[in-house]
């Protein structure tokens, strides 16, 4: 499911990071991006595949602060250590991780200089931009214009005909069973659910019990050494 506004944050986020992706290629600094995600990682997950970051910290995965400066060490001296030509790195962060982003830049130099005090690592330059409500603003994409418009008509529709204490959804799991979702005759792009099933898997969600945010968590598990390639 995609809700209104994800498009068009996203699309902000990639045109930020690809400029900030040339800086840092310029310098071949380290830059720290913190982007919106209180509660859920997801913008910070896709845009981390996007815009070709090198590491994505995200508060699904659950990690200390200890364990999350180690990952970005590690993945900085991978990368100052490799063949590539290209030896900058662009971590993106939800605000939602465990550690605000200054103590975590403070705490990734200190870890860097302590494990290489007088070599090449010890002279990264790690800098943080954070995006924050930048990406709540803006004129909205056409996906999203569109989004908006279809789940408008449908949802009138459903009020007009006496059906209420719905959400109408985008490309819903088609698995749903019938007394909880049901497709438009509308538009097959579009569901209508039960308002108190929304609920409920929405605490699901940010309590970490939902399938969703664990197939998520394990999905990035498993291409985080592919991003590094």
Not at 108 to 133: N, Y
Not at 146 to 170: D, E, F, I, P
Request: charged share 25%; proline share 5%.
């Amino acid at each position: 499911k995609l809700c209104i506004g994800v498009d068009t944050a996203m699309n902000t986020i990639v045109e930020a990071c690809d400029k900030i992706a040339d800086t840092a290629t310029a310098h071949d600094r380290t830059f720290i991006v913190e982007v919106m995600g209180r509660d859920c990682g997801y913008l910070a997950m896709t845009s981390a595949i996007a815009v070709g970051a090198d590491l994505a910290l995200f508060p699904e995965a659950g990690k200390p602060p200890e364990k999350i400066v180690e990952q970005i060490v590690n993945t900085i001296v991978t990368i100052r250590k490799g063949n590539r030509k290209q030896r900058r790195v662009l971590i993106i962060k939800a605000e939602g991780v465990a550690i605000p982003v200054d103590q975590l830049k403070t705490m990734v130099d200190a870890r860097l200089k302590e494990i290489a005090p007088s070599s090449e690592p010890a002279s990264i330059e790690t800098r943080v931009t954070v995006l924050g409500h930048i990406v709540r603003g803006g004129r909205p994409s056409a996906m999203d214009r569109l989004l908006g418009s279809r789940l408008a008509n449908v949802a009138v529709r459903a009020l007009h005909t006496g059906v209420s204490h719905k959400m109408t959804a985008w490309m819903a799991t088609p698995d749903l069973p019938e007394e909880l979702a049901a497709r438009s005759k509308y538009d097959p792009y579009v569901w209508l659910i039960d308002l108190q099933a929304v609920l409920t898997e929405t605490d699901n969600l940010l309590s970490g019990k939902s399938p969703l945010s664990r197939w998520r968590v394990g999905a990035f598990a498993e291409i985080e050494d592919a991003l590094l390639l």
